[in-house]
């Protein structure tokens, strides 16, 4: 089993010679099986986040 890959904040992981997309955490699996790598990489490449990181907010309010 290959490393995971990180694209667009989804995770690409194989399992069972298939390749999957996970959220960043890996906790929940979002779409997949893929035959190749290729195509779940250019998959999630496309996909947006349904909770996207909120942006800090400057400490300096001048």
Request: glycine share 8%; hydrophobic share 35%; proline share 6%.
């Amino acid at each position: 089993m290959s490393e995971a890959k990180s694209v667009n904040g989804f995770l690409i992981k194989q399992k069972d010679g298939q390749w999957w997309i996970e959220n960043f955490g890996g906790t929940e699996t979002i779409t997949g099986p893929f035959p190749t790598e290729k195509l779940a990489i250019e998959v999630a490449s496309v996909l947006e986040l349904e909770h996207p990181p909120v942006k800090r907010r400057s400490k300096d309010k001048t």
